[in-house]
């Protein structure tokens, strides 16, 4: 890996000159970077001499962590540590004390980083995650609209009760079958991942495999784990109840998880809202007998409008 000595740019190999500040390709603009297990991303902080009070404490920090070196004599002297992205608020606070410093610099798996790198996006979250009550749930959802079967919440895409959302990507066959749209889907993971792929905790593998594991098509007239989502459209000048997606019995849908991890959701439902999840079961083959149904209430919706009329003209001519 190249990174320019100058600014610290990222250069592409066999470049010779800095993408950004045009300095000459050398060896110093070659580092090495520890390899760590699970792709956890490495963090390395550097800097030189400062008048700063804080120079000190850097230092005997620093001295602290195994992989400390110094190149350099005095004042020239730069001093340098390599982290593991999980050592975050250690990363933080060595970095709080010598990131305004014009000799200072943060590097992330080679490529120049801010602090912003270490507060937002995934690592942000992880640092939520270190204090959370229960580290593996909060990653698939504490909450009803955080909730996910793919093992982060910071992807975006929940499992509402009601359906919708990435749900909703794919079509129904003419027989009522639900085929979900899986290359869809997959894009949006992919940039999602791609945006938090700092976290150390995320795992594109597990994602994929969940992703796998959804099945192609579903029909929730044989399947129980889904159901219909509908709604009322006007079809010749009637209403009728016409099916537009499918939704998840929550309960069963921690079903696809991948892992020895068995995230629950229920409890974050009350129970009225559980049973209130849509019961309706569509019968392609029965909608006359609910558009009978739905006539007879128009009716009587009708005769009441009559009758109130009636009354009013008759309190008028009695005044």
């Not at 804080?54 to 190149?71: L, Q």
Request: glycine share 8%; charged share 30%; with cysteine.
């Amino acid at each position: 890996m190249l990174v320019c000595d100058k600014c610290s740019a990222g250069i592409i190999e066999g470049s010779k000159f800095c993408p950004q500040c045009g300095d000459p390709v050398t060896d110093a603009d070659r580092v090495n970077i520890p390899v760590v297990e699970n792709n956890i991303a490495n963090v390395e902080i550097a800097f030189g001499y400062s008048s700063s009070q804080n120079f000190s404490k850097a230092v005997n920090i620093s001295k602290n962590i195994p992989s400390y070196s110094v190149k350099g004599d005095g004042k020239s002297a730069t001093h340098s540590v390599v982290l593991p992205i999980t050592e975050v608020d250690l990363i933080i606070n060595l970095y709080d004390l010598v990131g305004g410093w014009k000799s200072s610099k943060m590097l992330i798996n080679g490529h120049t980083a801010t602090k912003k790198d270490l507060t937002y996006y995934g690592v942000g979250c992880f640092r939520s995650r270190l204090k959370a009550y229960n580290p593996q749930q909060y990653c698939f959802g504490e909450r009803d609209y955080e909730v996910n079967i793919w093992g982060c919440k910071r992807l975006n895409m929940p499992v509402y009760e009601w359906g919708g959302g990435w749900l909703d990507y794919g079509e129904f066959d003419k027989s009522g079958v639900w085929h979900i749209d899986k290359d869809r889907i997959k894009d949006e993971l992919e940039s999602a991942i791609k945006e938090n792929e700092l976290c150390p905790i995320l795992s594109r593998k597990r994602v994929l495999e969940t992703l796998e594991k959804l099945p192609k098509t579903i029909d929730p007239r044989e399947d129980n784990n889904w159901e219909y989502r509908t709604n009322y459209e006007e079809i010749n000048g009637t209403f009728k109840e016409v099916a537009i997606g499918i939704k998840p019995n929550i309960k069963n849908i921690n079903r696809f998880v991948i892992g020895d991890y068995e995230p629950n959701w229920v409890e974050n439902f009350q129970d009225g809202e559980v049973e209130s999840v849509g019961r309706i079961r569509i019968d392609l083959d029965s909608k006359d007998n609910k558009e009978g149904d739905r006539k007879k209430n128009k009716s009587d919706l009708y005769g009441s409008i009559v009758f109130t009329i009636i009354l009013f003209i008759a309190i008028f001519m009695l005044l």
